[in-house]
């Protein structure tokens, strides 16, 4: 098993930066992918952003793109995601999921962090 635990949600206003963190324990070694999602209210959860243990590579969707990075550091099992020039558009529950080496979707996901982006 894989945990996950995110921080670093928070009320924002418009134009504003967070970072999200996402701590993962356990299992890690199972895995090969850390990504990024999101759930607004009424809305399906969406992809924001993926990032491999190996070799860094990244995946951002197109909403984010120039204004999102996600980023890993191996020694400390983490991942983090800033997010600059955040609009309301953003405000979503954001959680951290992880993927099993040659597994097809993500097998294991954190509780979720609030961000919240005033107008």
């Known amino acids: 098993q894989v945990q996950l635990v995110e921080s670093g949600g928070g009320l924002v206003q418009a134009g504003g930066s967070l970072r999200l963190s996402c701590a993962a324990s356990?299992?890690?070694?199972?895995?090969?992918?850390m990504g990024w999602f999101r759930q607004a209210p009424g809305k399906e959860r969406e992809f924001v952003a993926a990032?491999?243990?190996?070799?860094?590579?990244?995946y951002n969707a197109d909403s984010v793109k120039g204004r999102f990075t996600i980023s890993r550091d191996n020694a400390k099992n983490t991942i983090y995601l800033q997010m600059n020039s955040l609009k309301p558009e953003d405000t979503a529950v954001y959680y951290c999921?992880?993927?099993?080496?040659?597994?097809?979707?993500?097998?294991?996901w954190g509780q979720g962090t609030q961000v919240t982006v005033s107008s």
């Open positions: 990032i491999t243990w190996s070799g860094g590579s990244t």
């Open positions: 999921a992880a993927r099993r080496i040659g597994g097809n979707d993500y097998a294991y």
């Open positions: 356990g299992r890690t070694f199972s895995t090969n992918t």
